[in-house]
């Protein structure tokens, strides 16, 4: 199949093969060979309908506009794959642009379509994505989050915490939150003595299902700023350390965890979070996406 744009040059897909030119620029894409592609199906932040397949290491974008995000999914039903749409080509961001309403244009997206999801085991981003057990209902113990002292934990407990560490189902190996299928688990560092061992002083175990997680920037509490700031150091010149103490705190993001306490009081937790910039920000993602999948 070919389609061409003069603004920007020609594609043609053939035998599993994607063949591209943009300007002197001529690659090829191998569907049979690993690759990576991300599917993004909905509605712009101008309001257009459209869908995008973005090959981000040959740095190719086709767009089709009018592209209704459920006819992506009929094609490709990955529902919590295909992200939501990000800008459009008029917004900013540069690419192949077809349109819906011309035939070929749209049997050429949707084609491409059909043989990705043919050879998604051979997509690295997809893979990445796969290993969560996105369609698995969580079914936790209990439907508060609970907070295990780890100096006091009773043998029932440690059991149970010893159980979750092997059932981590994220690559945020070294992340303050990890998820299981059932529950999000996050490590609390209060004293100095849990700074210095590694040992937290609590476990914050929150049943899936039962929370809400996002990503912001929150209002610094400058007391506990301080003293957090006192701490860390104090464990950096006891360790011979010169490294400085980093970003300020509304420089950081957080993760923001919600739920209720045993009681059923509305309970918050914060914990150090990911930028765009660190090489684990598209897993971090994931991993919102998949405690926001199921909530009660």
Known sequence: MKAAKKKYGTLSFEDEQLEYRIGKRKGKIDLKRPYDARIRAGSSGVGKLAAQIDFPQAGLI?????????EVLNTFPEPYFIDELSILPEEGLWGFTFTANDPEQKRFFFTLLEHLLKNREKNTYFQDYAHYPWYREPSPAFSYIKLIKTDSMTVYEKDFIE?????????????YVRATPD???GWVYRSLKSAWTGVPDYYCIMPLGHVHVEVSYP??????????HVVLETVSSLAGSSRPYGPT???QRYLYVRGCDEKGRVLEMAFDWYDPT??????SKRLVRFVNRFQT
């Open 163 to 175: 159980t979750l560490l092997t059932q981590f189902v994220d690559r945020l190996e070294n992340s």
């Open 249 to 251: 705190l509304q420089d």
């Open 219 to 228: 209002k610094p509490n400058w007391k506990l700023f301080v003293i957090g």
């Open 278 to 283: 660190d090489s684990q920000y598209e897993e």
């Open 62 to 70: 086709i767009h089709l506009h009018g592209a209704i995000r459920q």
């Open 183 to 185: 529950y999000l688990v």
